[in-house]
Structures are given as structure tokens and as C-alpha cells.
């Protein structure tokens, strides 16, 4: 690799570690589907990537505000093409780089007891997330996945902080009980 490649990568990589989780939730919040987001995100990182390739390293001013016009961009393609197409894409977004669930029921807004998941009992409440409406797995997704505040949720979703709550702490309640009438405890 040339040195004015390494410098693109050098680059790149300091923009993708300094962005990345800042323009997934952008993204979350945007995009009309949550199965896509994973598509979009990584258009969006291999766009800024051709862009330092062809404009140089020097060429991004602000590294945040450059790559969320390109997030933007990309998602409003995404489903101009998708409409066009009619098509559906189903990826798994509970599931970290292994495969394995990353939902975590507990929140620091809420007292809950102390309690060990069984894969079995993530895999069934993934299943309850997955049959909730898209805005819902926004939710928790940026919530769980994300690590984000109900605060940041709100902003990025451009809505009330008690909406936020209401659907995360009723759909959460809701997981409540559906495992207390099978006899166990979730929470």
C-alpha cells in the first residue's frame, strides 16, 4: 500500500472509531425499517472511504457532519430503491459480530432485581421485539444495543422523552408478564 494509502486508511479508521456509533443510531432512527440499518451503515462508511480515496485525507472538514450527509443520503436511496424493487431485507439486529443476543432487559431508570437470561429466554424475547412495530425496535435497540439515554433516544427520534419511556417501560412490562404467566421470572 502506497503511504498516501495508509494515510486514507489512518484516516478513515480515526473517523469510523470517532462516528461510528454516533451515525448507527442516526441511522436507526431514520431508517424505515430496522432490518436495513446494518445495509445502510455500511454503504455509508464504504462511501466515505471512495470519497477519502478520491478527494484525500485533508478533504473532510467536519468528520461528523460529513459522514451523516452521507448517511442521509444513503438512506433516502435506500428506500427509493427498496420501494422501486418492493423488496424486503431481514438481518437480525439483537445479535452482536458471534451471533449472540445483545438485548439486556434492565435499565438504569427502572429498580429491578439482579437476574441470569438463559440463551432459550433471549432467543424468546427477541422473538417478542422482533413482532413489535419498527418504532419499537428502535427503541431497543438504541436503548439496548446502542446504550443510548431515553433522552438521546428522544432527540434522535424527534419526539417527547416520556413517549420514549412509555412505549420502552410498556413493552418491557408487557415481556413482564408474558413470563410471569409461564411461571417465571423475567425481572
Same mark, same amino acid.
Given at each position: 500500500?502506497?503511504?498516501? &494509502?495508509s494515510?486514507?486508511?489512518?484516516?478513515?479508521? /480515526?473517523?469510523?472509531?470517532?462516528?461510528?456509533?454516533?451515525?448507527?443510531?442516526f441511522?436507526?432512527?431514520?431508517?424505515?425499517?430496522?432490518?436495513?440499518?446494518?445495509?445502510?451503515?455500511? #454503504?455509508t462508511?464504504?462511501?466515505?472511504?471512495?470519497?477519502?480515496l #478520491? /478527494? &484525500?485525507?485533508?478533504?473532510?472538514?467536519?468528520d *461528523?457532519?460529513?459522514?451523516?450527509?452521507?448517511?442521509?443520503?444513503? $438512506?433516502?436511496?435506500?428506500?427509493?430503491?427498496?420501494?422501486?424493487?418492493? !423488496?424486503?431485507? !431481514?438481518?437480525?439486529?439483537?445479535?452482536n459480530?458471534? &451471533?449472540?443476543?445483545?438485548?439486556?432487559?434492565?435499565?438504569?431508570?427502572?429498580?429491578v432485581?439482579?437476574?441470569?437470561?438463559?440463551?432459550?429466554?433471549?432467543?424468546?424475547? *427477541? #422473538?417478542?421485539?422482533? &413482532?413489535?412495530?419498527? *418504532? $419499537?425496535?428502535?427503541?431497543?435497540?438504541?436503548?439496548?444495543s =446502542?446504550?443510548?439515554?431515553?433522552?438521546? $433516544?428522544?432527540?434522535?427520534?424527534?419526539v417527547?422523552?416520556?413517549? $420514549?419511556?412509555? /412505549? =420502552?417501560?410498556?413493552?418491557?412490562?408487557?415481556?413482564? *408478564?408474558?413470563?410471569?404467566?409461564?411461571?417465571?421470572?423475567?425481572i
Amino acid at each position: 500500500m502506497s503511504n498516501s &494509502g495508509s494515510n486514507v486508511t489512518s484516516v478513515f479508521n /480515526k473517523i469510523y472509531d470517532s462516528t461510528n456509533k454516533k451515525i448507527l443510531a442516526f441511522i436507526a432512527a431514520k431508517c424505515g425499517n430496522i432490518d436495513d440499518m446494518n445495509d445502510i451503515l455500511q #454503504e455509508t462508511y464504504m462511501e466515505l472511504y471512495s470519497t477519502l480515496l #478520491e /478527494k &484525500g485525507a485533508d478533504f473532510i472538514e467536519n468528520d *461528523e457532519a460529513f459522514v451523516t450527509n452521507i448517511a442521509k443520503h444513503k $438512506i433516502y436511496k435506500h428506500y427509493t430503491v427498496l420501494q422501486r424493487m418492493k !423488496s424486503d431485507l !431481514s438481518l437480525s439486529v439483537f445479535t452482536n459480530e458471534n &451471533g449472540e443476543i445483545t438485548l439486556d432487559l434492565q435499565s438504569e431508570d427502572m429498580d429491578v432485581e439482579d437476574s441470569i437470561c438463559t440463551n432459550e429466554l433471549v432467543d424468546e424475547i *427477541e #422473538e417478542i421485539i422482533a &413482532g413489535k412495530s419498527q *418504532e $419499537i425496535r428502535k427503541i431497543f435497540f438504541l436503548r439496548f444495543s =446502542l446504550d443510548l439515554t431515553i433522552g438521546d $433516544i428522544a432527540k434522535l427520534m424527534k419526539v417527547k422523552e416520556s413517549y $420514549i419511556k412509555n /412505549k =420502552l417501560y410498556r413493552t418491557i412490562s408487557e415481556i413482564r *408478564e408474558i413470563y410471569k404467566t409461564k411461571g417465571g421470572e423475567v425481572i
